[in-house]
């Protein structure tokens, strides 16, 4: 577990399964179909690393407020390179949960073994692009024609900070 000032990183628990499961089919940012036994595989490792992720409830005032995952899959990226994802609830947001979050993990993940922390997000998703750039990451590039966007495809922007 991860304790910041008004937010918890914690393990996913049983009973919060449709929360994640129906928050992660209506998220602009899932862009697959989100497999429900996968999820449940993956919810039931929460809290440990497991197939190259670490998949996290974010936890505000008692309540889930969203998830947060390291993923660092094997031929996936290099030694030492994790990237980051976040889904926080439409509750939750603009609120600097989010925020905290991203700042908690990073911190944990380059204070054990990750010197390098990566996200992309979609060149149009202003609000996280700040999150990025206020915690220290800097803009690497723009990945053209990356993420599926209904008949089109989005550009995304990387991130990296590093130790």
Excluded at 34 to 53: I, N, P, Y
Excluded at 88 to 102: P, S, Y
Excluded at 108 to 135: C, F, G, H, I, S
């Amino acid at each position: 577990m991860l304790h910041g000032s008004r937010v918890t990183l914690r393990a996913i628990r049983t009973q919060e399964f449709d929360r994640v499961y129906e928050a992660r089919g209506l998220s602009a940012t899932w862009h697959s179909t989100v497999d429900a036994d996968t999820l449940r595989k993956r919810m039931a490792h929460s809290g440990e690393w497991f197939e190259g992720r670490l998949e996290l409830a974010i936890e505000s005032d008692g309540r889930l407020v969203g998830t947060i995952q390291a993923r660092a899959t094997a031929g996936f990226s290099p030694p030492g390179v994790c990237e980051l994802g976040i889904e926080l609830f439409n509750e939750a947001r603009g609120k600097g949960v989010g925020t905290e979050a991203v700042q908690l993990i990073t911190e944990w993940l380059l204070a054990n073994d990750y010197p390098r922390v990566q996200a992309t997000t979609d060149v149009r998703n202003a609000p996280m692009r700040r999150v990025l750039e206020k915690l220290g990451f800097e803009e690497e590039g723009v990945l053209r024609a990356f993420m599926p966007d209904g008949d089109d495809r989005a550009d995304y922007v990387l991130y990296a900070i590093t130790r």
